[in-house]
Nanobody, 118 residues
C-alpha cells in the first residue's frame, strides 16, 4: 500500500507564496514521475508541473512562478508557488508513479486547498 500525504495549502493574499509538500509512504521503493495537478470547482483536474525521466515541465500559466522539486531520500515532492494570483485558487493534488514489480501504478494524494484572496 502507498499513501501520499500533502500539506502546505491555505489562504494567501495575491502576490504571496506557499510551499506545498507531498510525502509518500509504504511501498515507494522506485518512484518515477511525480507531478502536481489542480482542480477548481466545476473544472477538470489540470496538470501544473511534473518531473519525469525527460526532465521538468510546467504548464504555461505557472511558468516563472511555480517550481517543482523532489527529495528522493524522503520520498517527497514540493511545489513552491510564488506571485500567487486569484486564478491559482484550487485544490492541489500530488501524484507519484511507482514501480511495483513488473507494473507501474499511479497514486494520488487527498488534495490540499489553496485560496488566493485579499
Amino acid at each position: 500500500q502507498v499513501q501520499l500525504v500533502e500539506s502546505g495549502g491555505g489562504l494567501v493574499q495575491p502576490g504571496g507564496s506557499l510551499r506545498l509538500s507531498c510525502t509518500g509512504s509504504g511501498d515507494t521503493s522506485t518512484i518515477n514521475t511525480v507531478a502536481w495537478y489542480r482542480q477548481s470547482p466545476g473544472s477538470q483536474r489540470d496538470l501544473v508541473a511534473n518531473i519525469s525521466s525527460e526532465g521538468t515541465s510546467y504548464v504555461d500559466f505557472v511558468k516563472g512562478r511555480f517550481t517543482i522539486s523532489r527529495d528522493n531520500a524522503k520520498n517527497t515532492v514540493f511545489l513552491q508557488m510564488n506571485d500567487l494570483k486569484p486564478g491559482d485558487t484550487a485544490v492541489y493534488y500530488c501524484t507519484m508513479r511507482i514501480v511495483q514489480g513488473l507494473r507501474s501504478n499511479d497514486y494520488w494524494g487527498q488534495g490540499t486547498p489553496v485560496t488566493v484572496s485579499s
